[in-house]
C-alpha cells in the first residue's frame, strides 16, 4: 500500500491494515496466540506486538493531547531520542509482563480508536503540511499519525505471519515448541 499524502488516504490505510491486522489475530489458533516465537526477536510473542502498537499508539496521542494544549513536549519521551529509542521499546514489553494477551488486545482495540480519533479532528492542512505547527519539526502530523497506524500494521502482520509460518512448521514437523 502507498504511503498515504491526504486525511483521506490515511485514514482509509489506517482503517485497512487494522481490519486486516484483527483478521490475521483471528485466523491464528490460541496455541498460536500465547506460543513464543521460534525466531529470535525483541518482541517474544504475539501479546508483545499488540502491546508495541499499543504504546506507540499513546506516545501519539499523548504528544497531540499535550501540544495541542499549548504546552510542548517531543514525541519521545525524555531521555529518549531517535538514536536511543529501541531501549523504549525493550521497556515497553518488560512493562507489560503481566499484561494478558486479552488485556493487550482490548488496550490496542481502544488506542487504535483513540488515534482515529485525532486524525477525524484534524484538517487537511494541519495534517500534512509540513511544519504547520512548530512542535512537529521538520515534518508534519500525518507523518507520525501514518508510523503509528498504517505503517506499524503493515510491520506488525509481517511479524504475525512470520510466527504463523514457522509456528505451523513446526508443528508440521512433529516438534511442538
Known amino acids: 500500500m502507498a504511503r498515504p499524502t491526504n486525511k483521506e488516504g490515511l485514514l482509509e490505510a489506517a482503517k485497512t491494515n487494522f481490519l486486516r491486522l484483527n483478521d490475521l489475530l483471528d485466523q491464528m489458533s490460541e496455541e498460536e496466540r500465547q506460543a513464543t516465537f521460534a525466531f529470535e526477536d525483541r518482541d517474544?510473542?504475539?501479546?508483545d506486538v499488540l502491546i508495541h502498537l499499543y504504546e506507540w499508539h499513546m506516545l501519539c496521542i499523548k504528544?497531540?493531547?499535550i501540544?495541542?494544549?499549548?504546552?510542548?513536549?517531543?514525541f519521545l519521551p525524555y531521555p529518549y531520542?531517535?538514536?536511543?529509542?529501541?531501549?523504549m521499546n525493550i521497556e515497553f514489553v518488560q512493562k507489560h509482563q503481566q499484561t494478558s494477551y486479552e488485556e493487550a488486545y482490548q488496550m490496542l482495540q481502544t488506542s487504535h480508536n483513540q488515534v482515529m480519533s485525532w486524525i477525524e479532528r484534524l484538517s487537511q492542512e494541519e495534517l500534512f503540511?509540513?511544519?504547520?505547527?512548530d512542535w512537529t519539526g521538520t515534518t508534519h502530523i500525518g507523518s507520525y499519525c501514518i508510523s503509528v497506524t498504517?505503517?506499524?500494521?503493515?510491520w506488525a502482520m509481517?511479524?504475525?505471519n512470520k510466527h504463523m509460518k514457522t509456528y505451523r512448521e513446526i508443528q508440521q514437523g512433529g516438534r511442538t515448541l
Open 81 to 87: 531520542n531517535w538514536k536511543t529509542y529501541p531501549k
Open 44 to 47: 517474544r510473542n504475539v501479546k
Open 67 to 74: 501540544n495541542m494544549h499549548q504546552m510542548k513536549c517531543s
Open 63 to 65: 504528544w497531540l493531547d
Open 158 to 160: 509481517k511479524k504475525l
Open 129 to 133: 503540511t509540513k511544519k504547520y505547527y
Open 150 to 154: 498504517s505503517a506499524h500494521y503493515e
